[in-house]
T-cell receptor
Framework: NAGVMQNPRHLVRRRGQEARLRCSPMKGHSHVYWYRQLPEEGLKFMVYLQKENIIDESGMPKERFSAEFPKEGPSILRIQQVVRGDSAAYFC????????????FGPGTRLTVL | ELKVEQNPLFLSMQEGKNYTIYCNYSTTSDRLYWYRQDPGKSLESLFVLLSNGAVKQEGRLMASLDTKARLSTLHITAAVHDLSATYFCAVDHSGGSNYKLTFGKGTLLTVNP
């Protein structure tokens, strides 16, 4: 049973470009979470999605960041007009349900903004 | 705002020695998690602690939870090189948003021969 998949594993973008990070949850999981880890910090919650629904995006920056989890295909975290401060590791996790269910993490995408 | 503090952040120890990593959190929570992360890899779940006084052991690692003190410990017994990794504790938010995990900064453990 494959775990949570994320791609790309490493992404380099220049300031002003767009970054698209993809996450395929574990088989049978319909709940996806995105976390961001800035250098020297712990992971911070960004957004929680179910299929076609954003449940909680309280951790998302108000501008330039968006997330989706379509009926078919992976969840996507999209960062428009990237800035150097967006450089971080972005982790996706999935679970079978949103409450009291263990989250399984992907390997992360390391985003570097030049 | 829920805050989670781990210490130490860096730990270098010799094989065969014992040590403890501490995790303090600031407000009531329903669950506490310990994760291990190897460089460039996923976070691997080690323990989920649910109630006051909970103790779980797996191999050379033992985790405990004191909800009154809002403190969890991860104890390493007779460390071996394979335990070298970064260890995170995480706490969920009680109530309706308990899917939201707040992480400590992590403890980078290096076990030297």
């Amino acid at each position: 049973n494959a775990g949570v998949m994320q791609n790309p594993r490493h992404l380099v973008r220049r300031r002003g470009q767009e970054a698209r990070l993809r996450c395929s949850p574990m088989k049978g999981h319909s709940h996806v979470y995105w976390y961001r880890q800035l250098p020297e910090e712990g992971l911070k919650f960004m957004v929680y999605l179910q299929k076609e629904n954003i449940i909680d995006e309280s951790g998302m920056p108000k501008e330039r960041f968006s997330a989706e989890f379509p009926k078919e295909g992976p969840s996507i975290l999209r960062i428009q007009q990237v800035v150097r401060g967006d450089s971080a590791a972005y982790f996706c996790a999935s679970s079978t349900s949103g409450f009291y269910n263990e989250q399984f993490f992907g390997p992360g995408t390391r985003l570097t903004v030049l | 705002e829920l805050k989670v503090e781990q210490n130490p952040l860096f730990l270098s120890m010799q094989e065969g020695k014992n040590y403890t990593i501490y995790c303090n959190y600031s407000t009531t929570s329903d669950r506490l998690y310990w994760y291990r992360q190897d460089p460039g890899k996923s976070l691997e779940s080690l323990f989920v602690l649910l109630s006051n006084g909970a103790v779980k052991q797996e191999g050379r690692l033992m985790a405990s939870l004191d909800t009154k003190a809002r403190l969890s410990t991860l104890h390493i017994t007779a460390a071996v090189h394979d335990l070298s990794a970064t260890y995170f504790c995480a706490v969920d938010h009680s109530g309706g948003s308990n899917y939201k995990l707040t992480f400590g900064k992590g403890t980078l453990l290096t076990v030297n021969p």
